[in-house]
């Protein structure tokens, strides 16, 4: 990995660790082909349903190992990152404390720290995710991927003993959702990547360490301790600017995740009457997990995003329940037509402010 310019994060070192953490698991038994054709099969049971039209091509099903998902992903941060280090690299050099051969030192161990911890973040998720819709949030857009990790698929078939050709359709139809909806709302990319850019950039730009260290002394230590445990610590700190651009972003993200969700159980329950008790299998693993899992998880957010299935499910689930698919598709006609982050907790408030109650309404006074 070339560094054409000094960076604050050191990605040779975080690829390095992150590599070495991956290791090789187990050999999935099965063909890229075959991936290709249930992703094929699940990108049309997803239009069928939710009626959504791609504007573009849903990408093919990719095949690859714990090491090409790590360096995949490791590239996507180093574009997610780049205003960012600027920024810091900017203030760096332009802070005026010590030599030149001081700020240097600095950036190294900064650089060494950062990369750790990106590629133990990344080494640990490479032996978890088991298929990923890659897609460029921030920068130029690129051509989306639709990955598959092969020993994870046969790591989380063995630990949730379930039908593999079940299986094989449940995950296919998870990440073939986003693609099929990515590729159908062109508009949502830039929209959550704008929000993503412009806080970055303000993350950069304003946030001070003696304010935040200011802000958990005068912390409740009961609240403390709830956001600590919640994975919310990082939201509770950031100045007021910045936890408005964090709601709005995770607002966006708990729909898209949430819709996809609800699409896929939708789906799921017509395709075979095995499925739920997959999801249960799913749910239960979920719960099972060990002290040191739990603890990473929290660490890296992903309880958060558990969260986020959940709420925007609820959402999904009951709009599409009242109203039906139509009106839940009504998020995707522009950004100011997503839940706000208020609405996703009281979905009928939502459906008001689209208009799709009031037509019912109106409409009902003709029948």
């Excluded at 890229?32 to 099969?41: G, I, Q």
């Excluded at 972003?249 to 708990?254: E, H, Q, R, V």
């Amino acid at each position: 990995m070339n560094e054409s310019h000094p960076t604050i994060v050191d990605w040779n070192l975080a690829e390095r660790v992150a590599l070495a953490l991956a290791g090789t698991g187990p050999r999935w038994s099965g063909s890229e082909e075959e991936l290709r054709a249930e992703s094929d099969r699940a990108a049309r049971l997803v239009r069928d349903y939710t009626r959504l039209k791609p504007k573009g091509q849903v990408p093919s099903a990719e095949l690859v190992d714990r090491g090409e998902w790590a360096k995949v992903n490791i590239e996507s941060f180093r574009h997610l990152s780049s205003r960012v280090e600027e920024h810091l690299q900017g203030r760096i050099e332009s802070s005026g404390n010590g030599s030149r051969g001081g700020r240097g030192l600095q950036r190294t161990i900064v650089g060494a720290a950062t990369g750790a911890e990106v590629g133990l973040a990344l080494g640990y998720l490479s032996q978890r995710v088991i298929g990923q819709y890659d897609v460029a949030l921030i920068g130029p857009a690129r051509a989306p991927r639709l990955l598959f990790v092969g020993p994870n698929l046969t790591a989380a078939r063995r630990r949730l003993n379930v039908d593999r050709d079940l299986f094989l359709s449940w995950i296919a139809l998870h990440e073939t959702t986003h693609a099929v909806h990515f590729a159908a709302v062109p508009w949502l990319r830039e929209h959550i990547g704008g929000i993503a850019e412009e806080l970055f950039e303000k993350a950069a730009i304003e946030v001070k360490p003696a304010d935040m260290i200011a802000k958990l002394v005068r912390l409740n230590p009961r609240e403390l301790i709830r956001s600590a445990t919640s994975g919310e610590l990082a939201t509770l700190l950031w100045p007021e600017p910045q936890r408005r651009l964090v709601e709005r972003l995770t607002a966006a993200m708990t729909m898209v995740e949430g819709y996809a969700e609800h699409v896929m159980d939708a789906v799921g329950d017509r395709l075979d009457p095995g499925y739920a008790g997959l999801r249960l299998a799913l749910d239960r693993d979920r719960e099972r997990r060990g002290l040191l899992d739990s603890i990473v998880s929290k660490v890296l957010g992903l309880e958060m995003k558990l969260a986020q299935y959940r709420r925007g499910k609820a959402f999904a689930d009951e709009v599409a329940s009242a109203h039906g698919i139509r009106t839940l598709n009504r998020a995707w006609q522009d950004p100011n037509s997503l839940p706000r982050p208020e609405e996703l907790d009281s979905p009928s408030e939502w459906v008001d402010r689209v208009g799709v109650a009031r037509e019912r309404r109106l409409f009902a006074l003709f029948r």
